[in-house]
């Protein structure tokens, strides 16, 4: 299995000759990948996750297509009939030859008083979990985790303890695109101590790196 980061959140995975992308939103760079995807995971509707007009334009020029996310997302795309499906918490799922098992039901607190979104995260051929925007533990072990590094709903310590929480083997950093040169430099060292403390590997990919990861 190759895992490949692209732009902010977004990953591509892939398998022998398939492949699936997770959050192509609008800061992901993507479209070269969603041309040559088999499947669209969304984990849910923000922009930075969830690029509407680019997924369906990729739609439109591929019939072959179809996408798995939350219950707003689907119903934002529901003309698309039955190439959108939308899934949530305990899902068990085959995506173009994928297993892929659904995990998390909501985002992170943006507001006090403002409810949350729904949010729901993948676990990919028992290897690769993806959460989108939620710090979610899922209840079977995580071999690679995509392990979020900044945004406005999280601090540098939930990063530690979500770390300690899902105890992966190795972790890859997603949702970085707010961040400058300096900023990065500061989360890689959080990230690179948090794999320190579980004696694992943790890092930074840079947008367009892969990794090998072994079979599940």
């Not at 990953?11 to 492949?19: A, F, G, L, M």
């Not at 179809?66 to 499906?85: I, P, Q």
């Not at 310590?157 to 300690?164: G, K, V």
């Amino acid at each position: 299995m190759r895992l490949t980061k692209l732009g902010h959140a977004c990953v591509q995975i892939t398998r022998d000759d398939r492949t699936i992308i997770i959050d192509p939103g609008s800061f992901s760079g993507a479209a070269g990948a969603l041309a040559a995807s088999d499947a669209v995971l969304i984990t849910h509707e923000h922009f930075d996750h969830f690029d509407a007009d680019g997924l369906r334009e990729a739609m439109a020029r591929r019939p072959a297509l179809e996408v798995w996310t939350s219950r707003v997302v689907a119903e934002s795309l529901a003309d698309l009939g039955g190439r959108v499906h939308q899934v949530g918490h305990g899902d068990a799922v085959t995506i173009a030859g994928f297993d892929v098992h659904v995990y998390g039901e909501e985002h992170e607190i943006l507001h006090p008083d403002v409810p949350p979104i729904p949010n729901v995260g993948f676990l990919v051929d028992g290897e690769v979990f993806h959460p989108g925007d939620a710090l979610t533990v899922p209840g079977e072990p995580v071999p690679t985790l995509c392990l979020p590094g900044n945004a406005p709903w999280m601090k540098i310590p939930e990063l530690y303890s979500y770390a300690r929480a899902v105890r992966p083997e190795r972790a890859f950093v997603v949702h970085d695109g707010l961040l400058n040169d300096i900023g990065l430099t500061v989360m890689g060292k959080h990230v690179s101590a948090a794999g320190e403390e579980l004696g694992k590997d943790f890092r930074r990919l840079e947008p367009g790196e892969s990794v090998e990861l072994g079979a599940a």
